[in-house]
C-alpha cells in the first residue's frame, strides 16, 4: 500500500512538469500539422480552404528542393567528417601533457559557447571577406588573389562555419574518452616495438570508435537544422537546406500552407535519420 502512494505520489509530483514538457512540444506540432492540409497564405488570408496533400505536392516539386535536399546531407557530411577527423587530432594531442595545457583546452572548446550568428558574422566580415578578411591578407601576402570564399564556394564555407563551431563538441566527447584509456596497454605496445602511428591505429582508434559513433549520431540530429550560418552569411540562393527552404516559403512567398508541408517533411526527414543513427549507435555499443 504503501509503495502504490509513493508512486501515486511520485507521478502527481511529475504531472506538471510532464503537462508543460508536452504542452510545449505537441502544441507547434499540431499546428504543423493543421497548417500543413490547409491553403492559408500571409498576402491572402480570406482566400483558405482545405488543402488536402497538395501543399507536400509543391513542396517536393518546387525547383530548389531536390538541391536543397542534396545541400542538408552535403552540409552534414562535410561537418561530420571535419569534427570527426579533427575531433580525433585535437583529442591525442591534447591528452599528451604539455606547458599550458589547460589554456590551450579551454581555448579549443570555447568556440562551441558562441552563438550560430555571432560565428557566422566573424566569419563572414573578419575571416573570409574577399577585400579586408584575413584570410585575403593572407593570400595577398602570398602573392595571390583572395579568394571570394562565399561567392565562389557557398557550401564549403558554410561547412567550415558550422564545422568550427562543432570541433570543440567532438573534440570534448574524445578527449575524455581518452581518460579512460589504459595507459599500460600503450607502454605495452611501445615496449614490443610499435611505433606511434601503430599504437594509434590499433590501441587508440578502436578505443574512440564507440564515443565516435556517439558523435556523430547528436550532429547529425543538429546539423540537419541548421539555418542562422545559412542566413547570415547570406548564401541561401546557392547553399540553402530544407530548413532554408521551409523559411523562404514562409518569408518569401508567403505560403504558410507550403512552409508548414515542408517542416514536416523535414522533421519526418531528421527522425528517419535518427532512426537509422540511434540503431546503428545500439549495435556498436553492444559490440
Known sequence: MATRQGQALGRLALAPSVIALSTWSIVPLALAI???FLRYRLDNPDYSGFAGWSNFYYFMIDPFFVRDLFNTFALVFNVLAMTVIGGVLFAVLLDRPFWGRGVVRVLVISPFFIMPTVSALVWKNLMM????????????????KPFDWFGSAPLTSVSIVVGWQW?????????T??????????????MDGAGPLNVFRYITLPHLMR???VVILIETIFLLNVFAEIKVTSVGGFAGNLTYLVFSQLNDANDVGEAAAGGLIAVLLANIVSVFLVRIVGRNLEA
Open 129 to 144: 571577406h574577399p577585400v579586408y578578411g584575413l584570410l585575403a591578407e593572407v593570400w595577398r601576402w602570398f602573392g595571390a
Open 167 to 175: 570541433l570543440p563538441f567532438a573534440t570534448l566527447i574524445l578527449l
Open 34 to 36: 493543421y497548417f500543413a
Open 211 to 213: 564515443p565516435i559513433t
Open 177 to 190: 574518452a581518452m581518460q579512460s584509456l589504459d595507459e599500460e596497454q600503450k607502454d605495452a605496445a611501445a
